[in-house]
């Protein structure tokens, strides 16, 4: 059974710095690049960031590039999202994913 269970998501102040950590089981995880996805209130789900099976390689939305960092460490099977320099305009529910599958989200706020 796959699982990907995310945590990590707050409240937080403009300018402030969240880790989000995806914990995955139940798949090869080495196989799959693992992507973050966030959707905001009223908006369409869009993609954050990207990380190739290897780690060797990553994509960012444009938005964020420079702000957030996505790794993985594969002997634990976590991909991480670090962001920094959070903005309001960032929040949303961010969600793990591997191929087909989704986890079921965690709420990042950042509010004054």
């Known amino acids: 059974q796959v699982q990907l269970v995310e945590s990590g998501g707050g409240l937080v102040q403009p300018g402030e710095s969240l880790r989000l950590s995806c914990a995955a089981s139940?798949?090869?995880?080495?196989?799959?690049?693992m992507s973050w996805y966030r959707q905001a209130p009223g908006k369409e789900r869009e993609l954050v960031a990207t990380i190739t099976p290897a780690g060797d390689s990553r994509n960012y939305l444009y938005s964020v590039k420079g702000r957030f960092t996505i790794s993985r460490d594969n002997a634990k099977n976590t991909v991480y999202l670090q962001m920094n320099s959070l903005k309001p305009e960032d929040t949303a529910v961010y969600y793990c994913?591997?191929?087909?599958?989704w986890g079921t989200g965690t709420l990042v706020t950042v509010s004054s």
């Open positions: 139940g798949f090869t995880f080495t196989w799959y690049a």
């Open positions: 994913n591997a191929a087909k599958w």
